[in-house]
T-cell receptor, first 111, second 113 residues
Framework: GQQVMQIPQYQHVQEGEDFTTYCNSSTTLSNIQWYKQRPGGHPVFLIQLVKSGEVKKQKRLTFQFGEAKKNSSLHITATQTTDVGTYFCAGRGPGANNLFFGTGTRLTVIP | DTEVTQTPKHLVMGMTNKKSLKCEQHMGHRAMYWYKQKAKKPPELMFVYSYEKLSINESVPSRFSPECPNSSLLNLHLHALQPEDSALYLC????????????FGSGTQLSVL
């Protein structure tokens, strides 16, 4: 079955440092979405990528979709304490009726 | 209104109890979902309703029974649960399906004693 892995599982950074999480799928994806879940909160949609090689930016966040549509990354520049939380990628295989969530990366930002 | 509202926020129940979780959205979304999330794990899909019809059941035990009374409401009926069913239950909705972003409710934290 489809599996979506994320690395690293945990990341501790000093405020102001950059952060990257990587998402890898065992199968080609139709699209990939990214969600952020604050501690004690619920997942909140960040972005969706659809095209091979697509890059999208939201302020300090940069999202990439791999050329083979099997991997993706989220890069945060100059982290802030408000960036704390778990970042999940979620991918859908072609024709699939499910959105598989990645294992998540928990980000801690040290002030 | 861009919210998905879930009640109750917390629920403690015994293994012989019957309870229901409720979810409501008024965004005109036609796809609604139940997810289960254990601590420090990703959300796992349980059920999908599309246009008020059950379209996906991810082999969920029958002690969980979903219901979609209308396009705005989604219920999850619970009966004879086990302690291992303790988790955060998240409701979500999207315009039509998995091609659009999911809007999640704040969840019901369920403890089964």
């Amino acid at each position: 079955g489809q599996q979506v892995m994320q690395i690293p599982q945990y990341q501790h950074v000093q405020e102001g440092e950059d952060f990257t999480t990587y998402c890898n799928s065992s199968t080609t994806l139709s699209n990939i979405q990214w969600y952020k879940q604050r501690p004690g909160g619920h997942p909140v949609f960040l972005i969706q990528l659809v095209k091979s090689g697509e890059v999208k930016k939201q302020k300090r966040l940069t999202f990439q979709f791999g050329e083979a549509k099997k991997n993706s990354s989220l890069h945060i520049t100059a982290t802030q304490t408000t960036d704390v939380g778990t970042y999940f990628c979620a991918g859908r295989g072609p024709g699939a009726n499910n959105l598989f969530f990645g294992t998540g990366t928990r980000l801690t930002v040290i002030p | 209104d861009t919210e998905v509202t879930q009640t109750p926020k917390h629920l403690v129940m015994g293994m012989t109890n019957k309870k229901s979780l409720k979810c409501e959205q008024h965004m005109g979304h036609r796809a609604m979902y139940w997810y289960k999330q254990k601590a420090k794990k990703p959300p796992e899909l349980m059920f999908v309703y599309s246009y008020e019809k059950l379209s996906i059941n991810e082999s969920v035990p029958s002690r969980f029974s979903p219901e979609c009374p209308n396009s705005s409401l989604l219920n999850l009926h619970l009966h004879a649960l086990q302690p291992e069913d303790s988790a955060l239950y998240l409701c979500a909705s999207s315009l039509q399906g998995f091609n659009e972003k999911l809007f999640f409710g704040s969840g019901t934290q369920l403890s089964v004693l």
